[in-house]
């Protein structure tokens, strides 16, 4: 089965950074688009920010001109580099990617990272 390890989640202090990293492994012909998604007490799934196979990104206004989605295709590995934190960041961040998992497997298969805290606060 694929696996998402993600890592790089903390604690930090109010306009501090932290660079999550999400790598995927396991057997499967190609990832599509990856993304990181937050999840606050109280608060539904948000998505944060979101990466094409060709480079398109996409960014949740609240984040944008903070956060920095990119990713490394031959590693497998999507990064969200997140500066000027705000105690309102702070929440559980998930990594996602839709994964085919054959050549030509359709609809493509999503699969989640584990989660890692991320707690902005002084």
């Known amino acids: 089965q694929v696996q998402l390890v993600e890592s790089g989640g903390g604690l930090v202090q109010p306009g501090g950074s932290l660079r999550l990293s999400c790598a995927a492994s396991g057997s499967f012909f190609s990832i599509n688009a990856m993304g990181w998604y937050r999840q606050a007490p109280g608060k539904e799934r948000e998505l944060v920010a979101a990466?094409?196979?060709?480079?398109?990104?996409n960014y949740a206004d609240s984040v944008k001109g903070r956060f920095t989605i990119s990713r490394d295709t031959a590693k497998n590995t999507v990064y969200l580099q997140m500066n000027s934190l705000k105690p309102e960041d702070t929440a559980v961040y998930y990594c996602?990617?839709?994964?085919?998992?054959?050549?030509?497997?359709?609809?493509?298969?999503?699969?989640w990272g584990q989660g890692t805290q991320v707690t902005v606060s002084s």
């Open positions: 990466i094409t196979s060709i480079g398109i990104t």
């Open positions: 996602n990617a839709g994964i085919e998992r054959r050549y030509g497997s359709r609809p493509l298969t999503s699969y």
